[in-house]
């Protein structure tokens, strides 16, 4: 037992490190800084100051319940394992010439491990197919009030051609039924949700996706949200098949596309408690934006700006008793631009199923 809270304590040292810059308001810093020098052991005492006046403010401002709906976490860490699974598709068309064509990489399994400690989990995940074209990660910070998320995805190969729409061959017949590989496109999208829960005294989203508090009633809320992403594509046409280029309106052989989007959304959440220590949550978040899209084909550029509508659901469901818990949870972005000439909708999703525990009662 004293080598567990050894680790604890390390692993506390370690997580509160970076928020000793929140206590220099109160100290002055030529006398904080000798005082370090001379007496090292401090840098913990410090530390705990520091992160004492932050979750004064967080439980302050940003993570007031209600006991009769929502209870509180009674532990100090969380260590977590799960199952990763990413959907992605990516679908070009010219809509005035019903010409289209869909890609989707092909299947990412990950295994991931993490820690959790009050409002923030990190962890760390391995690709199970081994697939080293791809990089991604995700930053979470639930609170009663509010939530952030962080996302950046990047592929650069393993995609398939799904769907085609529009392409005939050179008897005029249609090309159907066909699924290639296609190794010419290159895909990175990084971006940041930030929402506003309104009943957040009722309603638990972390109860729902980080399993740190325990939703008793059943509750609803409406959520605003602020949005910003960037997408970028980078499409070699010359790698597809000889047909495929033949028939390729021009309007999609661009080489790359890029977009700014900025959005705003207002939607609905509901947690449902249908068993003891039983929840499902459903949401869902329709978004209204502002996009900059900006296209290359050979040497000359165009840059657009419009006005946009997207998506964003999320869904879990999960068993949790405060010190053991199991689910699933699938969150899912749907990001669109549309013009008379081109056409892009591309979509990712995300299917965790994990399972954890909690320590170090408080």
């Excluded at 923030?120 to 995700?138: C, E, P, R, T, V």
């Excluded at 979470?140 to 061959?169: P, Q």
């Excluded at 910003?228 to 280029?245: A, C, G, M, R, V």
């Excluded at 249908?274 to 978040?285: D, R, V, Y």
């Amino acid at each position: 037992m004293q080598a567990t809270g050894s680790t604890y304590n390390a692993a506390k040292a370690m997580l509160l490190w970076a928020l000793l810059l929140l206590i220099s308001p109160y100290c002055n810093a030529q006398d904080l800084g000798h005082t370090l020098l001379k007496y090292p052991e401090r840098i913990l005492d410090l530390t705990q100051l520091g992160i004492d006046k932050t979750e004064g403010i967080i439980n302050k401002y940003l993570d007031d319940k209600d006991s009769l709906y929502i209870s509180p976490n009674k532990y100090k860490l969380t260590l977590m394992a799960q199952y990763i699974n990413n959907y992605e598709y990516y679908r070009f068309s010219q809509p005035d010439k019903g010409q289209s064509i869909t890609l989707m990489p092909e299947s990412n399994d990950k295994l991931g491990f993490y820690i959790g400690w009050k409002w923030i989990f990190l962890g760390w995940a391995f690709d199970l197919n081994k697939n080293k074209a791809k990089s991604d990660w995700n930053f979470s910070f639930y609170t009663a009030r509010v939530g952030i998320d962080i996302f950046y995805r990047k592929r650069s190969s393993g995609f398939r051609i799904k769907e085609l729409k529009g392409f005939k061959n050179a008897a005029g017949e249609e090309i159907k039924n066909y699924s290639r590989r296609f190794d010419g496109i290159s895909v990175s999208q990084r971006g940041i949700n930030v929402y506003y829960i309104f009943n957040n005294k009722h309603f638990s989203y972390p109860a729902a996706y980080s399993q740190t508090t325990n939703q008793l009633r059943s509750s609803g809320t409406f959520i605003l949200g602020l949005n910003y992403s960037e997408q970028s594509f980078n499409i070699d046409t010359k790698k597809l098949d000889s047909p495929i280029q033949s028939a390729m309106s021009p309007a999609l052989k661009f080489d790359i596309v890029r977009y700014k989007d900025y959005s705003i959304n207002l939607g609905y959440s509901y947690n449902w408690v249908f068993a003891k220590n039983c929840l499902a949550n459903i949401s869902l978040t329709p978004a209204i934006g502002y996009k900059n899209t900006s296209f290359k084909l050979d040497s000359s550029k165009d840059f657009i700006d419009n006005i946009n509508f997207d998506l964003i659901t999320r869904a879990a469901v999960v068993y949790n008793n405060t010190r053991y818990f199991i689910g699933a949870s699938l969150i899912s972005h749907t990001y669109s631009y549309r013009r008379s000439s081109l056409s892009i909708v591309n979509g990712f999703g995300t299917l965790n199923i994990y399972a954890g525990i909690n320590l170090f009662k408080k």
